[in-house]
């Protein structure tokens, strides 16, 4: 059977959208023949289709004449009238009824047959139902996580693990190549912190009374890779007080240290890199100095000076001459420094080196998850790689909020420098990979998160992910109930000419409001994929979850859904709940979350 499922995707259903599809196709198919010599493609693409919100609607709804209302300079009812006449007239098989409302929604409800034939063919198409057109196919490089490799990583960096992993899994999903990176910043200031921090700890060990001074790193993490180093070298480094020899000494140590504690969480929550990328080592070739000849050749690096910072007054300010990328020709307001003043790259220049790098590996779309904090950053790094390599669309920064943790009702801080660190690894221990994982994506990601400890690790309804998962739970006790009572379970069809038989044997069958309700829930996932995807959004596949979950606890308590009496009427339903299981567990392992078939 997987083998016919491999066939069937490989031989047509490369882009399967289901019903949903058809009908969006069938929508566009009437607004390119009524007025496809007045809009532009792009414009057709951007008529689509969702569900309504009240079900008396119908089961779908267009906002074509939304969209087209104002190229058109047209009254959107009577656009709306004239795709609505057009789709009465050549798809009568795909609708039962379709109607007119409010300022000009096509409202639609579909022929009972179509449903039914998506709820048996879900299973079949697998993987294939949702992903994209081969031509819509691009490279991503996706690079997440790249914390400071200066100690452990926290809970709030944790967010940014769950965002970049789940836009890579979504990307994949829905027909992307994805390369998965992480940036090590190990070449900066912050380094060189690091190193004596761990020297004077180091130090300690041997019994030398010295403190810690202001700025240095104080986590207790410190001194246990301190200890390691003493069991490596012994007392080599005691006598050294050569910052420079330190550093050269003992940088890659520090750093390979932080970074396997980094990499134990976030191989813990099943995330893998295919790069660690070394910005250390970057520098120690010539990819700054390219980077900056190719925008000093299209005149976009000059030499030149800065105004004193905005907002801070700074008394005698003398402007030093440096090395600036031209970020006033694209409109923005100041230059920005490639060099410092010391002659070191800056984190901008170091940015415009390392995506550089990526275009010339071949990538068509930089994908970075960085804190909200750095948004400045964006235009300016944008623009440069619009320079380089000609196209504005290729940048793509995932700007996310940190994260608030309540425990006892208090909140817990989060930083590395003061030492109070709520450490991810801690959070893991007390609610588990897939709570902490869920919860991160239940708001978007430039929303603030408050996470509660206390509901994260409630078995109620009140606890998103336990919702979730239980209804997978659920779908999957019900199938093991029919065993039970010796009820025939639909088997999975395994190709078209299986599925018009099963599809024949359902003839004459009806679906109650509830199973409609998980049907069209069922039906949208591949737009949600295709919108989640293009938006890099990953709460959307969160909310979606939530909301198919919700159809399925309802549906579950409104009928019976196995009747020993009734073949037919089970048979349905039973087919309802197995699209309904495939899909659940589909999106829970885009989100990285374990689909549990008890609970």
């Excluded at 105004?307 to 700074?314: D, H, L, R, S, T």
């Excluded at 020709?329 to 170091?350: C, H, I, K, S, W």
């Excluded at 450490?423 to 430039?446: H, I, N, Q, W, Y």
């Excluded at 737009?527 to 909310?543: D, F, G, I, K, M």
Aim: charged letters at 25%; one cysteine or more; hydrophobic letters at 50%.
């Amino acid at each position: 059977m997987a083998m016919a499922k491999q066939a069937m995707a490989a031989d047509g259903a490369d882009v399967q959208q289901g019903v949903l599809g058809q009908v969006r196709e069938a929508i566009r198919g009437q607004v390119r023949g009524l007025f496809g010599d007045k809009v532009e493609e792009k414009l057709v693409q951007a008529v689509g289709v969702e569900l309504p919100r009240d079900e008396g609607f119908g089961d779908v709804s267009t906002n074509a004449a939304m969209v087209l209302a104002k190229p058109l300079a047209a009254n959107p009812r009577v656009i709306g009238q004239q795709v609505m006449d057009g789709l009465l007239r050549d798809h009568a098989n795909l609708f039962e009824k379709i109607e007119l409302a409010g300022a000009g929604f096509v409202n639609m409800t579909l022929r009972l047959r179509e449903l039914l034939r998506l709820a048996l063919a879900v299973p079949l198409w697998g993987v294939a139902f949702g992903r994209l057109a081969v031509a819509a196919r691009q490279k991503y490089l996706v690079e997440y996580v790249s914390i400071n490799p200066t100690g452990p990583i926290h809970v709030g960096h944790g967010r940014n693990a769950v965002f970049g992993d789940v836009i890579a899994r979504m990307l994949e999903r829905v027909g992307h190549t994805v390369w998965r990176e992480y940036l090590v910043n190990d070449a900066g200031g912050q380094i060189r912190v690091l190193v004596n921090s761990l020297h004077i700890r180091y130090r300690q060990l041997f019994g030398e009374e010295v403190m810690l001074p202001e700025g240095a790193y104080p986590g207790e993490y410190l001194i246990e890779i301190a200890k390691q180093l003493r069991a490596r070298d012994g007392d080599k480094w005691l006598a050294v007080r050569d910052e420079a020899a330190l550093f050269e000494g003992l940088r890659a140590f520090a750093v390979e240290s932080c970074m396997a504690l980094i990499k134990a969480d976030v191989e813990r929550m099943g995330i893998t890199f295919d790069r660690y990328f070394s910005e250390f080592a970057m520098h120690q070739g010539s990819a700054m100095a390219e980077a900056v000849a190719a925008l000093r050749a299209k005149d976009l690096v000059f030499e030149g000076t800065l105004p004193p910072p905005k907002g801070k007054e700074v008394a005698n300010y003398v402007p030093v001459e440096l090395t600036l990328f031209r970020a006033t020709a694209f409109g923005l307001g100041e230059d920005q420094a490639v060099y410092n003043r010391a002659g070191q790259p800056t984190y901008f220049g170091q940015d415009i080196a390392y995506h550089m790098d990526k275009l010339q590996r071949g990538f068509d779309k930089l994908v970075t998850v960085v804190g909200i904090d750095q948004a400045g950053a964006f235009k300016p790094l944008a623009k440069a790689i619009e320079a380089l390599c000609g196209r504005a669309d290729a940048y793509h920064p995932v700007p996310y909020e940190m994260v608030k943790v309540l425990r006892n009702g208090e909140p817990v801080k989060l930083s590395k420098r003061a030492g109070n660190i709520m450490l991810l690894s801690e959070v893991l221990d007390e609610v588990g990979v897939d709570a902490f994982r869920f919860m991160m994506l239940t708001v978007k990601p430039t929303t603030a998160l408050t996470f509660d400890l206390a509901k994260a690790v409630e078995k109620s309804m009140e606890n998103p992910v336990f919702y979730v998962q239980y209804a997978h739970a659920r779908l999957c006790a019900v199938f093991r109930q029919a065993g039970d009572l010796g009820i025939v379970q639909p088997a999975d069809v395994v190709d078209e000419a299986a599925l018009e038989a099963a599809l024949a044997a359902l003839e004459g069958q009806e679906l109650s409001a509830a199973a409609r309700a998980v049907v069209r829930q069922v039906m949208v996932y591949p737009a949600v994929l295709e919108q989640a995807a293009a938006s890099l959004e990953p709460h959307r596949l969160a909310n979606f979850a939530s909301a198919l979950a919700a159809a399925v606890h309802h549906w579950y308590g409104a009928e019976k859904w196995l009747d020993t009496a009734d073949a037919k009427a089970t048979a349905v339903r039973l087919q309802v709940a197995r699209a309904a299981q495939v899909i659940l567990a589909d999106v829970l392992k885009v989100c990285g979350v374990l689909a549990p078939e008890s609970m």
